[in-house]
C-alpha cells in the first residue's frame, strides 16, 4: 500500500505522486507522514516537501505555505508557491537576491514585502542544496 500525494498551487495542480513516506514542512517543524497515517489536517510553512518512494524516484520541492489533508492514505498539499528543488536556478535566485538586498525601501510594507521574497528565495536555494549568499539590508 502506498500513498498518493496531490499537490496544488494557485497556478497548477501537479501530477500524483506516490510515495512509502512523505515529509511536509509544517509551520512548526517538519511533519512525517505513512501509508494508514490517522486523517490529519496540519498547516504549512516553508521548507522542503519530501516524498520518498521504494519503487519510483523520489521528490522533492520547495514549499511555500499552504496546508495539508492526509486521509485514507492521500495527501492533498494546497500550497501557496512550490518549485521542484530540481528546477532551482541558483544565478537567477541569488541575482533577484542581491537586488532585493540592495534596494532602498521608504515604505515600511514593501520592505516587509522584500523579506517575504527574500524568505522564499532562501528556502528555494537552501532546498537545492545551494549556498545562500550574505544578507545585509533584509535581515
Same mark, same amino acid.
Given at each position: 500500500?502506498?500513498?498518493?500525494?496531490?499537490?496544488?498551487?494557485?497556478?497548477?495542480?501537479?501530477?500524483?505522486?506516490?510515495?512509502?513516506?512523505?515529509?511536509?514542512?509544517?509551520?512548526?517543524?517538519?511533519?512525517?507522514?505513512?501509508?494508514?497515517?490517522?486523517?490529519?489536517?496540519?498547516?504549512?510553512?516553508?521548507?522542503?516537501?519530501?516524498?520518498?518512494?521504494?519503487?519510483?524516484? @523520489?521528490?522533492?520541492?520547495?514549499?511555500?505555505?499552504?496546508?495539508?489533508?492526509?486521509?485514507?492514505?492521500?495527501?492533498?498539499?494546497?500550497?501557496?508557491?512550490?518549485?521542484?528543488?530540481?528546477?532551482?536556478?541558483?544565478?537567477?535566485?541569488?541575482?533577484?537576491?542581491?537586488?532585493?538586498?540592495?534596494?532602498?525601501?521608504?515604505?515600511?510594507?514593501?520592505?516587509?514585502?522584500?523579506?517575504?521574497?527574500?524568505?522564499?528565495?532562501?528556502?528555494?536555494?537552501?532546498?537545492?542544496?545551494?549556498?545562500?549568499?550574505?544578507? @545585509?539590508?533584509?535581515?
Amino acid at each position: 500500500m502506498t500513498l498518493s500525494v496531490e499537490i496544488i498551487t494557485p497556478e497548477r495542480k501537479l501530477d500524483t505522486l506516490e510515495a512509502d513516506h512523505v515529509t511536509l514542512p509544517a509551520f512548526d517543524g517538519q511533519f512525517g507522514v505513512r501509508t494508514s497515517h490517522a486523517p490529519y489536517v496540519v498547516l504549512l510553512g516553508e521548507g522542503v516537501l519530501d516524498i520518498k518512494s521504494s519503487s519510483k524516484a @523520489n521528490n522533492q520541492f520547495a514549499l511555500k505555505g499552504g496546508v495539508a489533508q492526509i486521509q485514507n492514505n492521500t495527501i492533498y498539499v494546497l500550497a501557496e508557491s512550490v518549485v521542484e528543488t530540481s528546477a532551482v536556478s541558483e544565478a537567477d535566485l541569488i541575482k533577484r537576491l542581491r537586488e532585493l538586498d540592495d534596494a532602498e525601501y521608504d515604505d515600511a510594507i514593501e520592505k516587509a514585502k522584500a523579506r517575504t521574497e527574500v524568505n522564499w528565495i532562501v528556502t528555494q536555494l537552501k532546498s537545492a542544496g545551494k549556498d545562500v549568499p550574505e544578507i @545585509n539590508n533584509l535581515k
